[in-house]
């Protein structure tokens, strides 16, 4: 393709939601407009967090071909591909680590296209593919940063990256699989005895407690249950050490109200009243968990709220994956298997990039044997 020209825009405002959507082919509700423009309304990018909108578009004769979901930041936080030691290093050797580039979705760690690309032939998509991965590596090594981040690759992204010389690094996360299961039953009859009884043990304990779940859509949500989401997760945000509140109110109603079909809501009763809940997102094949929280202390009601009720909805309509999010060894104890994930980076400092190659290389070993030790001792039988 001739004459593709490439453009940097400080957010969605400039751009048709139905333009983007466009190029959003897997349909992903976290690459949608809805999703991104609603950060950007509601104050969770942009102003003094951290992350400021840098989107790269590519436009051929007049329309939207290609983009990518860009931002520079000056911080690491709501990344989930953990730099903090690097960005130490940075600093020991008095060189300036922030600003940094990355391709990603704000505060999801969720694996889906960072390259996105109209529905057009494949030698024209590998045409803005390239157009797009050159352009953001000559605006990063043009401008003042300590490197360009591309975080959770699918394998097409990862593929055409490497091939542009960026260095992998590898994680892991726990995903659970339908292995074309027909209910929760079905799905422990392939698990270990031991385990099998555990998760029957916990579900008892729930139902013992008096506590019933349902799951809604954005579009079912009462107003006690849409401002009860949002508690559990500024609840959560609190509780824990690692907890940063990076989504307002006002981002929660944006979701309930723009993406209703897509939002997810796994909640626990008691009397009527909701006392926990997990709010999720969900497309045509996966279920994505993403903020649980309760107002009670009930044994298991997390494993029953974020896997086992999420267990029991995907079998019945048909999905294939749930993606909890990032961390939690509880999940594979409980059938979740573990998930290699890929990131793309190029760093500006030939020294300290240099280093950094080295321990990604290191690092990508040690997971690759860490995750074949797993998949060997799964409670999942293979039969």
Request: net charge negative.
């Amino acid at each position: 393709m001739q004459h593709i020209k490439l453009s940097t825009a400080d957010g969605l405002g400039d751009v048709e939601a139905g333009e983007w959507n466009a190029l959003n082919r897997s349909g992903q509700p976290f690459l949608s407009y809805a999703f991104l423009r609603g950060l950007e309304e509601t104050g969770c990018v942009g102003g003094d967090t951290g992350w400021h909108p840098n989107y790269l578009l590519a436009h051929w004769n007049g329309q939207l071909v290609g983009a990518l979901p860009m931002y520079a930041k000056m911080n690491s936080n709501g990344e989930f591909v953990y730099d903090w030691s690097w960005a130490n290093a940075w600093h020991q050797n008095r060189v300036p680590y922030y600003p940094k580039l990355i391709v990603a979705v704000p505060f999801t760690p969720v694996t889906g296209d960072r390259i996105l690309t109209a529905a057009l032939d494949d030698t024209q998509r590998k045409s803005i593919r390239d157009a797009l991965i050159r352009g953001a590596l000559d605006l990063a090594q043009s401008h003042d940063v300590s490197g360009l981040h591309w975080l959770f690759l699918t394998e097409e992204d990862h593929r055409d990256l490497s091939d542009a010389g960026l260095t992998t690094r590898l994680g892991f996360q726990y995903h659970w699989y339908n292995r074309s299961y027909d209910s929760f039953e079905d799905f422990t009859g392939r698990l270990r005895s031991k385990k099998r009884r555990a998760l029957k043990r916990e579900r008892r304990r729930v139902a013992e407690a008096g506590v019933t779940m349902e799951t809604k859509s954005g579009a079912e949500l009462n107003d006690r249950e849409r401002d009860a989401l949002f508690r559990f997760y500024q609840g959560t945000c609190t509780k824990f050490y690692y907890g940063n509140q990076y989504l307002n109110r006002d981002f929660f109603e944006h979701l309930f109200t723009s993406l209703p079909e897509r939002v997810l809501a796994v909640l626990a009763y008691r009397q009527g009243a909701p006392i926990a809940g997990a709010l999720c997102l969900r497309d045509e094949t996966r279920i994505y968990g993403r903020y649980w929280g309760s107002d009670e202390e009930v044994d298991c009601l997390h494993f029953e709220t974020c896997f086992y009720t999420p267990i029991d909805y995907t079998t019945a309509g048909g999905l294939q994956v749930i993606e909890p999010g990032a961390g939690g060894e509880h999940k594979y104890a409980r059938g979740f298997e573990p998930t290699i994930t890929r990131s793309c980076h190029w760093i500006s400092h030939p020294q300290l990039g240099a280093a950094v190659y080295d321990f990604c290389a290191g690092e990508a070993e040690a997971i690759e044997a860490e995750v074949a030790r797993l998949l060997e001792e799964s409670p999942v039988r293979n039969t």
